[in-house]
Structures are given as C-alpha cells and as structure tokens.
C-alpha cells in the first residue's frame, strides 16, 4: 500500500490547500458571529498562542524523529560498507578456490546492494530483494564448506566476517521501514488544521480577505514537506545516496589479472 509520506510535495501541495481553506473557515465563523452581534471569548487570544506554542513544539519533535531516521539509514550504509569490505579482506584466510569464489559472490552481493538504492519501483527492488536473498544463500555455503573442510580459527573469523555482513543488510532494513508512526502525522495534521482554523477566526476585516492568512498554512505546509523529505528513504529530493557501496566496489572490483574462480 502507498504511502501519502512518500510523495513530500503532495504532502505539501495537500497542506496548503487544506490549511488555507482552514483559515478561510475561521474568518467566515468570525464574520458570521460579527453579523449576530457576538464577538470572541476574551481567552481566546490564549488558547490560541497555547495553540500555536503546541503546534510549533509537535513540528520540531516529528522533525527531530525524522532527522534521526534519516541519520540511522546514513551511518547503516557506512556499517554495511565496511562490513562488506572486512569480509572481502577476511575471505583471503580460506583457500585460495573458496576465497575466489566468496569475493566474486562478495562483488555480486555489493552490486545488488547498490541498485537497491537506485532502484526506481518496488517490483525491480522485490526482485533484488531476491536475489540478494539467494547470494545470502550462496555466500553462508561457501563460508560453511571452508569451515567443515578445514575447520580452524581462520575459517572461523571469516565466517564471523560474513555474519556481520548478513547482519548490517537486516539493520539496514529495519532502518528503512523504521519511519515516523500514523498517529504522529495525525496528531500533527490535526493540530495544524485547528490553529488554522483559530487564526482565521482571530482575524478580522481586511486581514481576514488578504494573503496574510495563506502564511502560516504556507509555512506549516513548507514544515511538512522538510519532514516527509526527511523520514521518507525513497521519495523526495533529501535520500541517502550508496556512495560508501559505490566507493567500496569501486575498490574490489575484479582486475584484468586477477583469475575467475573455478
């Protein structure tokens, strides 16, 4: 199922519009109230700034959970870089058949790791999720053949090796479907049309008919957008790019002497 978080300037485009027709609400109950005669409570000048104080304090904590979000996808890719690249140098500690075989497995494995990142549509990425899963199969074979054929504390630390590179590709996953809850953004979209509301009400006469009311639907909806941006892996313009994986199989990608594993 899509998620609206994906898509940041529909995010956006949805709040303007929204808070703005908010507002828009709040200057017409404003004004009929005015037509009857009535007029606004004498706290409402502060539930209003309490309002927009709890607006303001909700925008910045969901910025912040998505910021951090953000910074575990980023140092993920780091960790599985160099998981990836220990346990490229540890697969020289088997034989010399098995560590030729690991390190093209190893290559293989880094390749379908990069276009993940790059991937355009959730059918390409399931089918490198797949093979990916199947190069996971083939490596941890490899790894065990070298340590019944030759058991020794070598063998074992590159197998240990390959269990932190299996390890860092769960985390890194776990990182990418860790994102802001539902009842966050509703919590904050609720509070967002409220005070929108509020503010139209609060306004009055020729404020109440000018772009002065589109401001804060504008500068909320502009908060939104850096948020969605943000906690989103795949939409929007702010991704973490796989420059640690490109720069590593930059690094081991195979020479014209190096020879083909049996």
């Not at 956006?12 to 037509?35: D, Y």
């Not at 075989?101 to 276009?115: A, F, G, H, P, V």
């Not at 390409?124 to 340590?147: D, F, G, K, N, V």
């Not at 919590?187 to 306004?203: E, H, P």
Request: aromatic fraction near 8%.
């Amino acid at each position: 199922m899509p998620n609206l978080t994906d898509y940041p300037w529909l995010v956006f485009g949805l709040a303007l519009v929204m808070l703005w027709l908010c507002a828009q609400l709040g200057a017409l109950l404003r004004r009929r109230q005015e037509a009857h005669g009535q007029r606004a409570p004498e706290t409402f000048t502060i539930v209003l700034t309490a309002s927009l104080t709890l607006l303001g304090l909700i925008i910045g904590f969901t910025f912040s959970m998505a910021v951090s979000r953000y910074d575990m996808r980023k140092n993920y890719e780091v960790e599985e870089a160099n998981a990836i690249g220990t346990q490229y140098l540890r697969a020289g500690l088997l034989s010399p058949g098995d560590a030729a075989m690991m390190r093209t497995l190893l290559r293989s494995y880094l390749d379908q790791r990069i276009l993940l990142y790059h991937s355009p549509d959730e059918h390409s990425r399931e089918q490198i999720r797949q093979r990916t899963t199947q190069l996971q199969r083939q490596l941890w074979s490899t790894a065990q053949r070298a340590a019944i054929t030759q058991p020794s504390a070598l063998t074992a630390l590159a197998a240990a090796g390959l269990n932190d590179v299996l390890n860092s590709q769960r985390y890194t996953q776990a990182a990418w479907w860790n994102r802001i809850p539902a009842a966050a953004w509703l919590l904050m979209w609720l509070i967002a049309l409220l005070c929108n509301v509020m503010v139209g009400y609060a306004a009055s006469g020729a404020t109440a008919r000018s772009l002065l009311l589109l401001l804060l639907p504008l500068l909320v909806s502009t908060a939104f957008l850096l948020i969605a941006e943000m906690d989103s892996p795949r939409g929007g313009v702010i991704r973490v790019r796989a420059q640690n994986l490109v720069s590593l199989s930059e690094q081991i990608a195979p020479s014209a002497a190096e020879p083909s594993p049996p």
